[in-house]
């Protein structure tokens, strides 16, 4: 085969590998989604509306202070906080990404004894660990030993943080 055929034939395939690779890429560590203009009046209508703890939930949306004192280490790479009452698990992965997760462990629906390392949550109750990646994401009290946690999408405006259960 002649270079230039061999060219035509190649390029477009490996075009198309490298578009896959970097889509498949950008998932994993999408930052924060900044707030569009009405989601900026939604943080502004709820700023009031926080309980001393730092957060406020309405309806499937869990909003954060993270000015809060419960919420200021989250300011230091992979550390994480648990707020049980609302039911999620904010992760710090880099600079400018807060991972939101379920905090039901997949296995028996456990919610308040979890351990960060690795890239991985440990329930402490029967020890099983779960992913970070949004791989094979297992839902809660499923008897999974295995998995994922599930992701929620996450929301920035200033200093609060607006996390979408689904």
Known sequence: MKRRNFIQHLCPALSIAEIAFLASCQKEDEPMAPATTEE?????????????????????????NLAHKNFVKLSDISSFSNIIEAGILLLKTDETTIKAFNNCCPHQGARGSWVYSNGRFKCENHGNSYNTTETNPVACDSNSISGGLVRYPVTLFKTYLKVTKS
């Open 40 to 64: 900026e009046k939604e943080f502004q209508r709820i700023s009031a509306l926080f309980n001393a703890d730092g957060f406020f939930q309405e309806g499937k949306s869990v909003y954060v």
